[in-house]
């Protein structure tokens, strides 16, 4: 995996052609780029029954409670941090020992939620201690299926949240709800996800005051969409490797929406124009939410820049980034355990 991203082709050898195919190479995915996080970084069985334990505090991690900043700078070729965020800007890996949270058993619960003529599915990972719970919806990235952010949704079960999966309908060939790409873009995705939370917010288990976000790089761009179209209906907002920056690359190599191709190939699979235009829409600089927000993102991400999270936590004024050490596009290992460390002190922070 190179350092940096090659830029975008967008160009077309036969420009008036109806239905020109282009390549986009953006980052955006979970599980489409697995290889590159590592040894260990394949997508967690959801079929397989785990065991209710926690994430083990990591080693060196000093006590550094979720409020809590270190002197974490970006990389040399990043642009400067904002000074007026620097100090909600942390590397300091969270004590969970110290926050003494309970471990506890949790069911596993497949359902299904329609959303016009689809069906989308999921799963609840649910404590098994009385509720209603503080709940988390995990929604993947391009190319991903829920099933990668089932490892997430255990940790947080084991530690007294709800925790919601769900396949967007067409988020990858991969993807329980509806293989076909052609059917999806942001807009879509963003509607799939308002008719999870929608569902899961009438759910017994469920305590609809204490429900979370938390998307990963697209969904984590679905996330901040629908939290800024909807700022009532979530209390927290969890946002990992986030794609702050597609819609603009997007714009920037394309020029017009006029000018966009029929069809594009993005991570080897095909998306519709569709899904060109509704990105192409999307203004990264409107999205903001005023309730807590933890972003993470690793410093070592070759896919998507640590500097777009930087840039955007000034629209979140109760916002903070949690900076993973080393920490890829799509954590594993000891990145995972970060990870999952910095999320769980965010929610259980007054």
């Known amino acids: 995996m190179p350092d940096r991203l090659p830029r975008p082709d967008f160009a077309s050898p036969h420009p008036r052609v109806s239905l020109p195919t282009h390549v986009l190479w953006a980052a955006l995915t979970a599980a489409a780029v697995t290889a590159c996080a590592g040894p260990g970084a394949a997508p967690a069985d959801i079929d397989a029954a785990p065991a209710a334990t926690a994430t083990a505090t990591p080693a ?89 952010l089932a490892r997430y949704a255990r940790e947080l079960a084991a530690r007294g949240h709800a925790a919601v999966v769900f396949d967007f309908v067409g988020g990858s060939p991969r993807s329980e709800s509806d293989p076909d790409m052609q059917k999806m873009s942001v807009n879509t995705e963003l509607a799939d996800l308002a008719a999870v939370v929608a569902h899961v917010r009438d759910q017994d288990y469920a305590d609809p005051q204490r429900l979370t976000i938390f998307g990963h790089s697209q969904g984590g761009l679905v996330a901040a969409m629908f939290a800024a179209a909807h700022p009532d209906e979530l209390a927290n907002l969890v946002l990992l490797a986030p794609a702050f920056g597609l819609p603009e690359l997007v714009r920037t190599e394309i020029g017009t929406a006029s000018a966009a191709p029929e069809t594009a190939v993005l991570l080897g699979l095909v998306v519709s124009r569709r899904y060109i235009d509704d990105i192409w829409a999307v203004r990264a600089a409107d999205l903001g939410f005023a309730g807590p927000t933890l972003i993470v993102h690793g410093d070592a991400d070759t896919l998507l820049p640590l500097a777009d999270s930087q840039a955007a936590l000034p629209r979140y004024p109760a916002g903070r980034l949690a900076i993973l050490p080393g920490g890829p596009h799509n954590p594993s290992g000891e990145s995972f355990t970060q990870a999952v460390s910095h999320t769980l002190a965010f929610l259980a922070a007054p």
Request: net charge negative.
């Open 60 to 148: 060196g991690g000093e006590g550094a409670g979720p409020h809590q900043s270190s002197s974490a700078t970006p990389g040399p070729d990043a642009p400067p941090v904002p000074a007026d965020v620097t100090d909600r800007i942390t590397s300091q890996v969270p004590d969970l020992a110290a926050l003494d949270l309970p471990v506890t058993d949790f069911t596993e619960t497949r359902f299904a939620v329609a959303r016009d003529a689809h069906t989308i599915q999921a799963i609840a990972f649910v404590p098994t201690t009385p509720g209603p719970h503080p709940t988390v919806i995990l929604a993947h990235g391009f190319g991903g299926s829920m099933h990668d």
